[in-house]
């Protein structure tokens, strides 16, 4: 009992110590350029499937896997789902049920696949797909011979992104952002107080308002239409060659041959082409179940061949620029394995312009007098007043 006190002041230290560490302010590091590194993964697979047999059934075991197919790429299931009680051969009034959970995401679409081996094919070619681009989440399985399928798995794995507070170089400080995907977007309204520098590239607005608080606003408009019967009535003014074909007043592409071409020539056209002029694309994908192929803009009017996103939607917009002497508008499929798609009402406009209000000036780089326009509409420049409606005079800037 003698050593009691001892042990006594030894605890009430050590809880002294304890609460002194644990009120104190801990110091952190403040790096010249503070950094967020944020990783981006492959969206998740389909957790669960079932799948059952309704009909006839037997001794087969078959196997079925649900890929969802992002905008980004297709991402493969956990694992099957099994029956083993399935006839030999599927065909109606045999059929298998095939249920799943759904996964997030913007117009995903699943494809299905059917293999007699519980070992999924990770990479090439596999005859296993009873059913590309399913909408819902249930399928009735009643295909006797699957089709072609390739495994393309999600290319954005791993893509990082990086945003700086960089409290170095800049007085106020600057957020800096960069991504390896080569694309950075807002998804509402921004306000950038302190305004946005894009160093080493261009800022392009293709939908919106570019509006400063110190005065400064670009507002976008739209030309007349390029394009003759956009809506494909009858496929008047368009043509095609290889696995495309106009029927019901769209254009439709079915895999054969591996690739297409939907075109309008020069003489069909509404309105010229603009050269070097930044256009918009409208179009709808009323069904796709193509696999592997990319659809582009041809360089027969795109400076550069524009892929179009090709999910199932209305109203889906591309902005590209044009050539520098633009012809023919084609829409071109290549490297497609199997499926089809479906196109319909096609709209070809170029931006133009817009207005520029600036309630201040447009300066010069090296802050002189550069451009000043007031409100009767007079440009004061260099020391002249260029009169609405009028000659240069001398006057102050």
């Not at 998740?44 to 799948?51: G, K, Q, R, W």
């Not at 110190?214 to 007349?224: R, T």
């Not at 106009?246 to 069909?268: E, I, R, S």
């Not at 990319?294 to 027969?300: D, L, Y």
Request: aromatic fraction near 8%; include cysteine; hydrophobic fraction near 45%.
């Amino acid at each position: 009992m003698a050593d009691f006190p001892k042990f006594q002041l030894a605890v009430t230290l050590l809880a002294v110590l304890m609460a002194s560490t644990l009120l104190a302010p801990v110091a952190v590091a403040q790096s010249a350029a503070d950094t967020l590194a944020v990783v981006g993964h492959a969206p998740p697979p389909v957790a669960n499937a079932t799948a059952t047999v309704a009909g006839t059934g037997g001794f087969s075991t078959y196997y079925y896997w649900i890929v969802a197919r992002y905008g980004g790429g297709s991402v493969f299931p956990i694992g099957p789902a099994m029956v083993g009680n399935a006839a030999a051969t599927i065909a109606a009034p045999t059929s298998i049920s095939v249920n799943w959970t759904p996964v997030n995401g913007l117009n995903v679409v699943y494809d299905v696949l059917r293999t007699t081996t519980v070992q999924f094919p990770q990479t090439g070619y596999c005859t296993c797909a009873v059913a590309l681009g399913v909408t819902g989440t249930s399928f009735v399985d009643t295909v006797t011979n699957p089709s072609l399928y390739t495994n393309g798995g999600f290319p954005y794995q791993n893509t990082i992104g990086v945003v700086y507070e960089n409290v170095r170089d800049y007085a106020p400080p600057h957020m800096e952002v960069s991504t390896t995907s080569g694309f950075v977007s807002w998804l509402s309204a921004v306000a950038f107080a302190a305004g946005v520098d894009v160093s080493g590239g261009n800022l392009t607005v293709d939908t919106g308002n570019i509006v400063a608080t110190a005065g400064n606003e670009v507002v976008g408009s739209l030309a007349a239409e390029s394009l003759t019967n956009g809506a494909l009535t009858a496929g008047t003014g368009w043509a095609v060659t290889g696995d495309f074909a106009l029927a019901g007043g769209t254009a439709v592409y079915t895999d054969a041959t591996h690739t297409g071409t939907l075109k309008q020539v020069v003489a069909n056209q509404a309105t010229p082409a603009l050269a070097n002029q930044r256009y918009r694309c409208q179009y709808d994908v009323t069904a796709n179940t193509m696999i592997n192929g990319v659809v582009t803009i041809t360089t027969s009017y795109a400076a550069t061949a524009k892929i179009l996103d090709m999910t199932v939607g209305t109203g889906k917009i591309a902005y590209f620029t044009s050539a520098a002497a633009p012809t023919d508008f084609i829409v071109s499929v290549t490297g497609s394995t199997g499926g089809a798609f479906t196109l319909d009402n096609l709209s070809l406009m170029a931006t133009i312009g817009g207005n520029i209000t600036a309630v201040g000036r447009l300066n010069g780089i090296a802050g002189g007098e550069g451009i000043n326009v007031d409100t009767n509409g007079n440009v004061h420049m260099a020391g002249l007043i260029v009169n609405y409606g009028g000659l240069p005079t001398a006057g102050a800037g």
